[in-house]
């Protein structure tokens, strides 16, 4: 990611990682789903933090890891965009 898209992390941004990551289908993901719902258990959070950290440069991998699964995918996004325009 660079500078720019770390600015501008958005509910697509999120869509577009887990699919990169997980190979979700683009119509399974909605803004009102929950990770509990995609299936994602702790170690995929870590791997999502990881590499969110990995191309941000800011420290996620806990914060990440610690998200409820049980909030939708954009109060997520909301939660990361967050803290990347920290």
């Not at 190979?23 to 993901?29: D, I, K």
């Not at 996004?77 to 990347?84: D, F, H, K």
């Amino acid at each position: 990611m660079t500078e720019q898209a770390v600015e501008e992390f958005t509910t697509e941004s999120l869509f577009a990682l887990l699919r990169e990551l997980f190979a979700f289908p683009a119509e399974e993901l909605v803004p009102t789903k929950t990770l509990d719902e995609l299936g994602l258990d702790s170690l995929a959070l870590m791997e999502l933090g990881a590499v969110l950290e990995e191309r941000t440069g800011v420290q996620l991998a806990t914060l990440v890891d610690g998200l409820s699964r049980s909030v939708p995918l954009d109060h997520v996004a909301r939660t990361i965009s967050g803290v990347l325009e920290r």
